[in-house]
């Protein structure tokens, strides 16, 4: 499988790389910002293929992205849009820039990746993004993560949208909102709260879905939570 996982140094992306890599028959692609994580995946795993890029200023990387992803790959099987950018402030406090990061790095950013990757994704290959509870139509909301928690909404809601518009193509769109799992991230949004699951957990159950969920499911928006947060 030719597998690219959109933000994979750190947290959950982390560890669905380590999930992904163990089978020597996959080629993966890991983005992400933090070239020191980049370079311990690449240098740990032979198939595994980093690419700095930022999200929040994509639209200067783009050219050189797919330059880059096409050195490696023909076509693209699975991809994985799980980079993500939290700030947890009051909506009244949050700067437009802080906001901007965010919807471009939540939002904006993994939108033209899969724009740009589609012309290489063949009949049966899969997109996962991967949302949150928080974005989550009819989920609890919590202080200070309006902006975060709409970025993932917009992602989850493209979901569906892309599922129908490349169903003739053979290729499924899926979103996964995640619930409460202990990472850094989670953290900064709950410090001092204890998730039940941690990343490893969700990172095996990510795995698993992005080979075997598009037999099941397209266009769907599923909550994948224990509790509340």
Known sequence: MNIIINGGTRGIGKEVVLCVAQDISNQI????????????LSDRFKNVHPLTIDLSVFDSQMDSFINDVKG???????????????????????????????????????ASVIRILKPLMARGSHIVNITSMGGFQGSS????????????????????????????????????????????????????????????????????FAFKGNKFFNGKVLPVAKNNP
């Not at 991809?79 to 949050?94: T, V, Y």
């Not at 979901?159 to 619930?179: T, Y």
């Open 72 to 110: 490696h790959f023909n076509e693209v099987d699975i991809l994985i849009n799980i980079a993500g950018s939290l700030i947890s402030k009051e909506f009244m406090d949050i700067t437009n820039k802080e906001a901007r990061n965010m919807m471009e790095t939540n939002f904006f950013g993994p």
């Open 141 to 208: 909301k919590y202080n200070g993560l309006s902006y975060y928690s709409s970025s993932k909404a917009a992602l989850a809601c493209l979901s569906e949208c892309l599922a129908e518009e490349f169903k003739d193509d053979g290729i499924s769109v899926n979103s996964l909102a995640l619930g409460a799992v202990q990472t850094e991230m989670f953290e900064e949004a709950f410090p001092g709260y204890k998730a039940p699951v941690e990343a490893k957990e969700m990172a095996e159950f990510i795995t698993e």
């Open 29 to 40: 692609i890991v983005t992400g910002r933090n070239e020191k994580g980049l370079k311990s």
